[in-house]
Antibody, heavy 120, light 108 residues
Framework: QMQLVQSGAEVKKPGSSVRVSCKASGGSFSRDAVSWVRQAPGQGLEWMGGFTPILRTPTYAQKFQGRLTIAVDESTNTAYMELSTLRSEDTAVYYC?????????????WGQGTLVTVSS | SYVVTQPPSVSVAPGKTARITCGGN??????VHWYQQKPGQAPVLVIY???DRPSGIPERFSGSNSGNTATLTISRVEAGDEADYYC???????????FGGGTKLTFL
């Protein structure tokens, strides 16, 4: 059973960048795709993008193009999400999840989430 | 881009059946997946590919999808089922992954 453990909470200034990590155990990012989903306080889930090992390339939601970088380090079985030019609206809990691609696409399991607070 | 719509809230009496809908244009032609999220916790997959249950999810959870509506059905609702529920589809045009706005399941 794959488990995903994310890095700890972050507080960032507007205009800066944040990097969140997601370490897998019981599975491998060299075989399984990974996605990032965020949830602003009191709001719903928002897909940001993901990384597919077969394509060895990231895919980003249009909203985050140019500001988001998703990468995978296969040697440490860790995925990373970096979001730049942060603004207050980026305050959210960020989740990584295994991106199951089997004719259709869904997410299972999820990491525990990382709270990113953007505040001056 | 594709849009899916959920009711903001559904209320049910304990022990009864709850039905949570997810509407979208011809959603019956897409696979729909459902997640349960309890306060302060990460989402958990409860139904994938319209009707399939991951291991460990009770048989009380079931799904259906036809026409313009997908439905998550929870039979014999228990206190632990109170949570937010999100539907999700894959749309290979536009932004690829679409989540519904979520439905809060509460007890009457």
């Amino acid at each position: 059973q794959m488990q995903l453990v994310q890095s700890g909470a972050e507080v960032k200034k507007p205009g800066s960048s944040v990097r969140v990590s997601c370490k897998a155990s019981g599975g491998s990012f060299s075989r399984d795709a990974v996605s990032w989903v965020r949830q602003a306080p009191g709001q719903g889930l928002e897909w940001m993008g993901g990384f597919t090992p077969i394509l060895r390339t990231p895919t980003y939601a249009q909203k985050f193009q140019g500001r988001l970088t998703i990468a995978v380090d296969e040697s440490t079985n860790t995925a990373y999400m970096e979001l730049s030019t942060l603004r207050s609206e980026d305050t959210a809990v960020y989740y990584c999840a295994r991106w199951v691609q089997a004719g259709n696409h869904w997410f299972d399991p999820w990491g525990q989430g990382t709270l990113v607070t953007v505040s001056s | 881009s594709y849009v899916v719509t959920q009711p903001p809230s559904v209320s049910v009496a304990p022990g009864k059946t709850a039905r949570i809908t997810c509407g979208g244009n011809n959603i019956g032609s897409k696979g729909v997946h459902w997640y349960q999220q309890k306060p302060g916790q990460a989402p958990v997959l409860v139904i994938y590919y319209d009707t399939d249950r991951p291991s460990g999810i009770p048989e009380r959870f079931s799904g259906s999808n036809s026409g313009n509506t997908a439905t998550l059905t929870i039979s014999r609702v228990e206190a632990g089922d109170e949570a937010d529920y999100y539907c999700q589809v894959w749309d290979n045009s536009g932004d690829l992954v679409v989540f519904g706005g979520g439905t809060k399941l509460t007890f009457l």
